[in-house]
């Protein structure tokens, strides 16, 4: 198995644009969670899906990010406009069953 | 709720053994304490998990007493390259990792 996969690993955009990170979890796991990392704030929990329906969103910081999940293969993390407080590394992960997560490399992203 | 709470930092030589405690007090029934050690420029990569009483695997070791309030990761023999942040996680806080405990092993 490949492991997690994300894409892109780095993302440089302006302030106002719209920023997409992309996550394909391993195959078979019914979990699927959004992390975001600072120096700041460490690593946070931003929202995970059970079997693609989005359980827990209270870390999502605002309306101007959104995740979602349409199959158990994909799932999308938008921030819609983006600002310069949002540059971290964005890191998804997967389990089986609420068991270890397997986390992916990370997107770096830059927001300017 | 309370969170899973660990120390910022702590520092060893080479050769030491490596204990890191966490205490999770509103840990509930069902749920396991896992343990995760983070390189820079990484994700979090599991170590260890476990329910009650000792777990050990070819990295650790992870004692939980009875009451599972607490967790203590043990790292035998600590070489530069367990030099890491390593997270203590419950399911007590939505599903949220400590702050990670800084390890940093000198030679």
């Known amino acids: 198995d490949a492991g997690v996969i994300q894409s892109p690993r780095h993302e440089v955009t302006e302030m106002g644009q719209e920023v997409t990170l992309r996550c394909k979890p391993i195959?078979?796991?019914?979990?699927l969670f959004w992390y975001r990392q600072t120096m700041m704030r460490g690593l946070e929990l931003l929202i995970y899906f059970n079997n693609n329906v989005p359980i827990d969103d209270s870390g999502m910081p605002e309306d101007r990010f959104s995740a979602k999940m349409p199959n158990a293969s994909f799932s999308t993390l938008k921030i819609q406009p983006s600002e310069p407080r949002d540059s971290a590394v964005y890191f998804c992960?997967?389990?089986?069953?609420?068991?270890?997560?397997?986390f992916g490399p990370g997107t770096r992203l830059t927001v300017l | 709720l309370a969170k899973t709470t660990q120390p910022i930092s702590m520092d060893s030589y080479e050769g030491q053994e490596v204990n890191i405690t966490c205490s999770h007090n509103n840990i509930a029934t069902n749920d396991y304490i896992t343990w995760y050690q983070q390189f820079p420029s990484q994700g979090p990569r599991f170590i260890i998990q476990?329910?009650?009483t000792k777990v050990t695997n070819e990295v650790a070791s992870l004692f939980i007493p009875a009451d599972r309030k607490s967790s203590t990761l043990s790292l035998p023999r600590v070489s530069l390259s367990d030099t890491a942040v390593y997270y203590c996680l419950s399911n007590d806080y939505k599903l949220s990792f400590g702050a990670g405990t800084t390890v940093t092993v000198r030679a």
């Open positions: 476990g329910y009650k």
């Open positions: 195959s078979g796991h019914d979990y």
């Open positions: 992960a997967s389990s089986l069953r609420l068991a270890r997560q397997f």
